[in-house]
Nanobody, 126 residues
Framework: QLQLVESGGGLVQPGGSLRLSCAAS????????IGWFRQAPGKEREGVSC????????YYADSAKGRFTISTDNAENTVYLQMNSLKPEDTGVYYC???????????????????WGQGTQVTVSS
């Protein structure tokens, strides 16, 4: 059974850091695009960062550039999102999702991702 399980969320003060993990089971991530998406209260889900695991191409939303880093550990079949210098506007439920790779680039549009995890809550507040 294909499954994605996120972890690592929590409450952190502004300026702090968190590392989110997304562990895949039932399949290997080698030929997949993997994305991290965020849904803030009252807002639509948006792409934060995505990676084409086969070709190593990455995408970051403007809000994430310079602060977040997406990475994969194929041996662990896990994707990470390192989040530094967190801001209150980073608050939301973070989901990881996958799609089979079809291009050499990565796509960070949620409509093309077809397998989702259950999400992990990130709250940035003092």
């Amino acid at each position: 059974q294909l499954q994605l399980v996120e972890s690592g969320g929590g409450l952190v003060q502004p300026g702090g850091s968190l590392r989110l993990s997304c562990a895949a089971s039932g399949f290997t991530l080698d030929y997949y695009d993997i994305g991290w998406f965020r849904q803030a209260p009252g807002k639509e889900r948006e792409g934060v960062s995505c990676i084409n695991n086969r070709y190593g191409k990455t995408y970051y939303a403007d809000s994430a550039k310079g602060r977040f880093t997406i990475s994969t550990d194929n041996a662990e079949n896990t994707v990470y999102l390192q989040m530094n210098s967190l801001k209150p506007e980073d608050t939301g439920v973070y989901y990881c999702a996958v799609r089979r790779t079809t291009t050499v680039w990565t796509v960070c549009n949620m409509s093309v991702y077809d397998k989702w995890g259950q999400g992990t809550q990130v709250t940035v507040s003092s």
